[in-house]
């Protein structure tokens, strides 16, 4: 098992980070977190491989730290959940299952939690659209649909206990921020001194952006905004600690390299449209022949900086008059304005 890290929060409270291995080579952390009203965790992982297993014997070896022998998985009272992603609600089903806890999420990742099902065979058919027009050719985009399809299938329609709305955006000592961006409905979750951030900040690479044209909420302007709204809302906060990667002890500073490598993303956008290109050409360009799932990511992510651009008009779409009168898939050229 990888160590589990203990903090403690200005007013004593006891907080774990406890690391699951979500996918080969991707750790997340689940967080448990010793309230007032008893222990709540914080994200569950992914449910894949042995993430279940260690998901528990982390959160038992955590409980064990602070009540001895008697922790039992009973003790804990919630799951709440910073965001919709497989990679931090997979566990939802064993640990609630297991101790009866109560779920709480976002009401604009609701949906997701709910109709899993659902959400996926509308997502799949919106991004088969969607590579079509970013210049996917149809063996790539049949091989990204069956990447997408098989990590969505680690997961199954669950119940909602609550969403935060319902609770004024608070649950005993929690208070949660929306922050769309990186997903519709994610927020960061503040408990005394420390900020609970999700995927919204981490500390070594930029958080994944996808375009709102795909699902709304989402988007480069959404998350830049987030981020404002983060930077004000985090006044006191002593560390953040993330889904994944480091501790985060200068939350204003990241905020601001995160701000500023966007800034610079925008920048290379816009120089590479000096004559009509594709989504996926961009894509290549900016990351390189990548492979596997995070082909996807990176046609994702050209794709948020290109939809803010073209959202603002500085991207025009230069062979617009073909798409009169026509359902057939075809590749967008955008060109700067
Ligand atoms: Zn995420
Ligand atoms: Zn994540």
Request: with cysteine; charged share 20%; aromatic share 10%.
């Amino acid at each position: 098992m990888k160590e589990i890290r203990g903090f403690e929060t200005s007013l004593g409270a006891h907080v774990y980070q406890i690391p699951v291995e979500a996918f080969p080579g991707l750790w997340s952390y689940a967080y448990l977190v010793e309230s007032g009203n008893g222990f709540v965790l914080i994200d569950s992982g992914s449910g894949f491989g042995d993430a279940n297993q260690e998901l528990v014997e982390g959160i038992f070896a955590a409980g064990n730290k602070i009540l001895g022998e008697d922790f039992s998985l009973i003790d804990l009272s919630h799951v709440i959940i910073t965001h919709g992603h497989i990679d931090h609600i997979g566990g939802l089903g064993e640990i609630v299952s297991r101790s009866g806890a109560l779920v709480g999420v976002h009401e604009l990742d609701r949906h997701t939690l709910v109709n899993y099902e659902e959400r996926r065979a509308v997502l799949s058919r919106k991004l088969r659209k969607y590579l079509s027009e970013a210049g996917v050719d149809d063996e790539n985009k049949e091989n990204l649909l069956g990447l997408y399809q098989f990590t969505k299938q680690l997961f199954h329609s669950i119940n909602v206990d609550f969403c935060y709305e319902d609770l004024g955006m608070q649950l005993g000592e929690f208070k949660f921020l929306h922050v769309p961006g990186h997903c519709p409905g994610h927020v960061v979750i503040r408990f005394h001194d420390i900020l609970f951030c999700g995927d919204h900040i981490l500390s070594d690479i930029t958080p994944h952006q996808s375009p709102e044209e795909l699902m709304p909420f989402t988007g480069l302007d959404h998350y830049l905004k987030s981020l404002d709204a983060v930077e004000k809302w985090s006044y006191g906060v002593r560390i953040a600690l993330c889904g994944h990667k480091q501790v985060i002890t200068d939350l204003t500073a990241r905020i601001a390299e995160i701000r500023a490598a966007h800034i610079i993303r925008l920048e290379q956008v816009w120089d590479f449209f000096s004559y009509p290109q594709s989504i996926f050409t961009l894509a290549q360009t900016l990351f390189g022949s990548v492979n596997g799932y995070n082909a996807l990511l990176a046609i994702e992510e050209a794709g948020a900086h290109v939809e803010y651009l073209y959202q603002r008009g500085n991207l025009v779409i230069e062979n617009y008059d073909q798409l009169d009168n026509s359902d057939e898939p075809m590749t967008f050229l955008y060109k700067r304005q």
